[in-house]
T-cell receptor
Framework: DVKVTQSSRYLVKRTGEKVFLECVQD?????MFWYRQDPGLGLRLIYF???????EKGDIPEGYSVSREKKERFSLILESASTNQTSMYLC???????????FGPGTRLTVT | GEDVEQSLFLSVREGDSSVINCTYT??????LYWYKQEPGAGLQLLTY?????DMKQDQRLTVLLNKKDKHLSLRIADTQTGDSAIYFC???????????FGQGTELSVKP
């Protein structure tokens, strides 16, 4: 059974803190994605990666960075968290030519 | 840029049919998807359709694609309370490529 796991379901951080969100997949997928989900806006792509050490900006990369040192792990980093980054963060993975993305359960981040 | 639009809410009674609509702007869309998100969970692929198809049926689900009008719909027959969820329409032009999602339609099924 395919599995994408995220390090935390709920996270509360203070403004200015550095925040790490971790995502791990056990399907040997090359592609990995980070989205944020906000009511009325759907899912918006932050960053994605097609291979180890490769990264591409999505639609809303400002204020975020990513790291992919191993194939199975894709980390999202908020260098200095701000209140407008309070959101649900979803990680996904897929095969290079696979049409289905598999999603993790999400991390609900609150920045106070 | 590419855009995908959905209405935000739909309420139906148990046993009725639900129809969730979606419009998109990218004429090079190759794959169109419906994802389902149950409360507190990530997204799960419900069904998909290739752009060279007009219709796809899978048990209680019927997907209709009008490529000329760039309109996609999902019909759920005999809607049950367990179908209450947020339904996202999404499209991509490339296999393995990034998905463009709509805002999501929250389906509420009343007994």
């Amino acid at each position: 059974d395919v599995k994408v796991t995220q390090s935390s379901r709920y996270l509360v951080k203070r403004t200015g803190e550095k925040v790490f969100l971790e995502c791990v997949q056990d399907m040997d997928h090359e592609n990995m994605f980070w989205y944020r989900q906000d009511p009325g806006l759907g899912l918006r792509l932050i960053y994605f990666s097609y291979d180890v050490k490769m990264k591409e900006k999505g639609d809303i990369p400002e204020g975020y960075s990513v790291s992919r040192e191993k194939k199975e792990r894709f980390s999202l980093i908020l260098e200095s968290a701000s209140t407008n980054q309070t959101s649900m963060y979803l990680c996904a993975s897929s095969l290079p030519l696979g049409f289905e993305q598999y999603f993790g359960p999400g991390t609900r981040l609150t920045v106070t | 840029g590419e855009d995908v639009e959905q209405s935000l809410f739909l309420s139906v009674r148990e046993g009725d049919s639900s129809v969730i609509n979606c419009t998109y702007t990218d004429s090079s869309s190759t794959y169109l998807y419906w994802y389902k998100q149950e409360p507190g969970a990530g997204l799960q692929l419900l069904t998909y359709i290739f752009s060279n198809m007009d219709m796809k049926q899978d048990q209680r689900l019927t997907v209709l694609l009008n490529k000329k009008d760039k309109h996609l719909s999902l019909r759920i027959a005999d809607t049950q309370t367990g179908d209450s969820a947020i339904y996202f329409c999404a499209e991509t032009a490339l296999e393995g490529g990034k998905l463009i999602f709509g805002q999501g339609t929250e389906l509420s099924v009343k007994p």
